[in-house]
């Protein structure tokens, strides 16, 4: 016979045995945002790229949902990684376009943030990667102190970032506010407008680069490991890093997070800078994809996503972690530097069946990969449904349970049934920002005119600007190739009327 303490304990035995399942199944998961820079929607084997093989993320394509009709809002990095953060669309806000690397913070402190959206809800928050959205409140700083407002002061409770592209100066590592490894007796200065310092230049001294610049690019100003960049800077030489070295740096600071708060749902912000310019491989990589160096950091990206994916299942995280793998705008061969990207091409595609590229109001300009990945969760499947970078906020608050004010995210909306596969219906009307706008509804797609040029032949690519109205229609021409307007003129009118209202609201 029971007595009276064993019965309570076999009660309390059982209770635990039935709600652990039901506990496990309702923990939060984790969740991994891994962005690119400059991915073009060809450039994956999952995506139909045959001379560039990336294993890594066809295993994440193959056991998540792929989207054919993922979107970031702009055909560049600011603006989209704006809209990530904030779900409000970048041409809304002044000041957005892309940033030199002394801009002051363009994301606002008192709104909430994707990141803030996981804070809210008791994630533990970081970024681990390229920032490009301004830090601190003027561009006049002092890059020698604690600078501010920048990711922690808008939702990251950690920050292991470099301050704008690869590209730009200053060429440090910052976390949680701080240039890494600097040497007080060596500060740092950082000039947009005139040269400061004596360091040489890459217009006055093209004989000492190991990648030349493109002619008629910009990135001529302060040679830093031998490659031109964007600005002038000078001091900090032992805080400066080593090209080669980033994306093995950003790769281990985005596992140490991991491991460090895997007790704990954790939300991490993991911002590559592949392939974006200057594209320079660590040793390893260099000439292993036979396409030059952007072939070869998309495979060190490849590479590195992989190690994130060991690293989950290492600690047991795989299964409870969600992982989104998208890009922050199209791709562009000749970003500014001779790396080959053109010569060694050898019929890659970047842009797979689109049209234009980064910068581009056509569909390459915004159109990118986009895999989601949630092993406990999710089942395999190809999703045509529409989403966009803009609706990350809504799409988590709503998983999260987190209420939005009528001011937060007013172009977010919630797509989580979409991203996780209940759902094949995403968004019915989408914007594109690339300066000019274009609407996309029910797969018609409107180009604002515009005058700007219809192509920079210093990228090569087709920006889709055009004084007359277009019209595409994309499920039938994917590749915008028939301009259909003058066809379709009501159709022009509704579209145009949709975006003046969208443009007011
Ligand atoms: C452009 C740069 C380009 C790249 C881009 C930003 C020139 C001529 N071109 O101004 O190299 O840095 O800005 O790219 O300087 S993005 O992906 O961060 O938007
Ligand atoms: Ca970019």
Same mark, same amino acid.
């Given at each position: ?42 450039? !994956? ?53 892309? *940033? ?41 700083? =002092? ?7 920048? #990711? ?12 704008? @592209? ?20 060596? +500060?740092?200065?950082? =000039? ?7 360091? +040489?230049?890459?217009?006055?001294? #093209? ?53 460090? =708060? ?60 969600? !992982? ?44 990118? #990969? ?9 089942? #395999? ?24 004010? +009528? ?29 000019? *706008? ?19 032949? *210093? @990228? ?8 007359? +109205?277009?019209?595409? =229609? ?9 301009? *259909? ?13 949709? !975006? ?6």
């Amino acid at each position: 016979m029971l007595g009276k303490k064993s019965t309570s304990l076999f009660c309390l035995l059982l209770a635990i045995l039935c709600i652990a399942p039901y506990t496990y199944a309702q923990q939060k998961p984790n969740v991994i945002l891994i962005y690119v820079d400059d991915l073009g929607y060809g450039d !994956l084997g999952s995506y139909g790229a045959t001379k560039i093989s990336t294993p890594n993320l066809d295993k994440l394509a193959g056991q998540g949902i792929r989207f054919t009709r993922g979107y970031a809002t702009s055909a560049t990095c600011t603006p989209s990684r704006y809209a990530l953060m904030t779900g409000e669309y970048p041409w809304r806000k002044q000041g957005t376009g892309v *940033l030199p690397g002394d801009a002051a913070l363009v994301v606002p402190t008192d709104k909430l943030t994707l990141p803030g959206v996981f804070k809210k809800a008791g994630y533990a928050t970081a970024i681990v990667g390229k920032w490009h959205l301004g830090l601190g409140d003027a561009v006049e700083k =002092n890059w020698n102190e604690y600078i501010k407002p920048g #990711p922690n002061e808008v939702g990251f409770d950690y920050s292991f970032i470099f301050p704008a @592209t690869a590209d730009r100066v200053p060429t440090v590592f910052m976390e949680n506010g701080r240039v890494v490894g600097l040497d007080p007796a060596d +500060p740092i200065q950082v =000039n947009y407008r005139e040269k400061i310092g004596s360091e +040489p230049t890459g217009r006055e001294n #093209p004989e000492l680069l190991k990648m030349k610049a493109s002619p008629n690019h910009g990135h001529d100003k302060t040679i830093i490991n031998g490659i031109g960049r964007i600005g002038y800077m000078s001091g900090g030489t032992k805080a400066r890093w080593t090209d080669e070295e980033v994306p093995l740096t950003f790769l281990q600071k985005a596992k140490d997070f991991i491991v460090e =708060n895997k007790k704990q749902p954790f939300f991490l912000f993991y911002s590559l800078t592949e392939p974006h310019v200057p594209r320079m491989p660590s040793t390893y990589f260099k000439g292993k994809s036979g396409l030059g160096y952007r072939g070869d950091v998309i495979l060190q990206m490849d590479w590195a996503v992989g190690e994130i994916m060991k690293e989950l299942e290492l600690q047991g995280l795989a299964k409870n972690t969600l !992982l989104i793998f998208t890009s922050d705008n199209g791709p562009v061969l000749d970003d500014g530097y001779e790396d080959e990207a053109v010569t060694k091409r050898n019929g890659h595609m970047p842009t797979g069946p689109l049209r234009g590229g980064k910068y581009s109001a056509f569909e390459a300009g915004t159109r990118v #990969p986009w895999i989601v990945s949630w092993p406990g969760k999710i089942k #395999p499947a190809v999703s045509e449904a529409m989403v966009s970078q803009v609706d990350l906020v809504a799409s988590f608050a709503s998983l999260l349970r987190q209420p939005l004010a +009528p001011a937060d995210a007013p172009d977010s909306q919630d797509m989580w049934k979409a991203l996780t596969g209940k759902s094949r219906q995403g968004r019915s009307v989408l914007v594109q920002h690339a300066g000019t *706008l274009a609407i996309v509804k029910d797969n018609w797609k409107y180009i604002e005119p515009s005058n700007g040029r219809a192509y920079n032949p *210093l @990228t090569d690519i087709e920006l889709g600007n055009a004084s007359e +109205p277009q019209l595409y =229609n994309l499920s039938e021409d994917i590749g915008e190739k028939r301009n *259909l307007a003058a066809q379709h003129p009501e159709k022009v009118r509704e579209l145009a009327q949709l !975006l003046q209202e969208i443009k007011q609201a």
